[in-house]
């Protein structure tokens, strides 16, 4: 019986990545819901593509070696619902893989079982109908076939079921039948699967990422413009994982921390059990590297002179310069006094990220709908909030996955991530807060606060289609609201009408009106008044919001 060892998994995981990139775009456009936000299959990219680099930097070829980089990987590099439904189903896979130097028939059946175990606990109601099913299927028929030896045969049998079950998707999901699709997540899954098996059957591959697609991971930026260098008390900016080779308790994490706190600051230090990634500015990035390695080997390694990147982004940026200064970048404190409680939140557009600060969030992620934030991009924010508890609000339900597994990568903070689905939650559970009750109050208040508030979303269709039994045709104006279409039309005040219409009632006190980035102050003074009918007693707040993709977000209070 053919067996797959550490070499041919990881040619089959590169061939995999590859393939999903390759069709990013088309899984992209399986997305149910026609606004221009499909972003299953870009998600899904950006987190296998994290988990390939981490599989491509591995010095040794060993099974545990490649399966614990294909989990840590995407692990942190997990965005979206689906991307983090993938990097579970990779962990689980590699939970059970990484005890064997190869692979045969029934070590792969236990592994696919693993990875479904992993993936099904990753959400909290999973819905039939969606990869999660898809993968089920494989997994069960990979159980029938253990005692099978014929590995090619078993692979095909396993692809065959999972693309019949991924066409009967739309039988499970009423909405993927109307609007005449496949389950995207499951597509992208097959994708990547199609791609492994090409390889067993021969197809040889480059092991290298992918040249589109594989997009520069968000980064941590700080306005230097005003800053002098003689101010940067620590001058190395020292990134690296410990990858572990020995128990890392919570006592020695503690003593590590406590370590680095006394060679520099800006430190972030997320523990797994496989691995340590830091971040520290120290003057002396040796006494660093040094402790690091009592623990494990060392990679991803990067050293960097802040003193001469903060003259070099001065002279890109003087006057004159062919290089141009970036419009925004993230604000971030050098020191952040401690507190008992903070709040992160996720925010797209200038204006909602300036609310979200004025109302008390320490560190706002950008990102949203079509750039949805990733699980390391969470850790990264905690790591700047000096607090003991901290509040998470994803505000998109496709982040809430990505919030929620860094919660659980985090070991020195309390995590408490608000499940709120829209930016107008996020502000509803801001103004509620009480800063004097417990945390554990705040977080049954706050859940009441997100689910008081009604949003409607506007943007446009890209493509025909039917949802919920209404027609829509191409670039016409919709207003959404959770996953329902509340009205559509040429029209885009007349659609806006329609929605808060059906929105507003008695009991509403305050409509709240954010216009995006494609409208102006003019354009949202005219529809406030233009609504004056419909909003009945209820006060009328216009804010500029600055957000892509929709036209105006409104909320009903």
Known sequence: MATIDAILLKKMFISGTHALNDNK??????????????????????????????????QDDTMQSIVKAISSGSLRGARGNSGVILSQLFRGFAKAAGKHEELGIPEIAEAFQKAVDYAYKAVMKPKEGTILTVAKS??????ELADTDDMQAFMLAILDCGNDTLKRTPEMLPVLKEAGVVDSGGQGLMVVLQGVYDVYLGKEVEL?????GAKQEQQVSVDVANIETADIKFGYCTEYIINLEKPFPAEEEKAYKAFLESIGDSIVCVADEDYVKTHVHTNDPGFALQRALSYGSL?????????????ERLFK?????????????????KEMPHKD????????????AQIFRDLGVD????????????????????GFVNADTIFVLPNNSNIVLAANQARHLVKDKKLIVIPTATVCEGISCLVSYMPDAAPEENEATLNEARTSVRTIEVTYAVRDTVIDGVEIHKNDYMA???????????NLNDVIHEAVGKCVTEESSVVSIYYGKDMNDEDAAALSEYLSDVTMDAEVEVNYGGQPVYYYIISVE
């Open 138 to 143: 494989m997994a069960d028929k990979a159980a």
């Open 25 to 58: 775009a088309w899984i992209n456009e399986l997305n149910v819901f026609p606004v221009p936000d499909g972003d299953t299959g870009t998600n899904m990219t950006m987190t296998i593509v994290s988990a390939a680099k981490e599989v491509l930097s591995q």
């Open 317 to 333: 940026n003087a006057p004159g310069s062919d290089v141009k200064a970036p419009a925004k970048v993230p604000e971030v404190p």
């Open 208 to 212: 290298v990422l992918p040249e589109a």
């Open 299 to 311: 990679s991803r390694i990067k050293i960097d002179n802040m003193r001469e990147e903060h003259n």
């Open 480 to 490: 959404l609201s959770g996953k329902g279409i509340l009205a559509e039309g040429k």
């Open 341 to 352: 409680v903070g709040f992160i939140s996720v925010a797209a557009g200038e204006g909602l």
């Open 363 to 382: 560190y706002v992620i950008e990102g949203g709908q079509t750039m949805n934030p990733s699980t390391d991009d969470f850790l990264q924010a905690v």
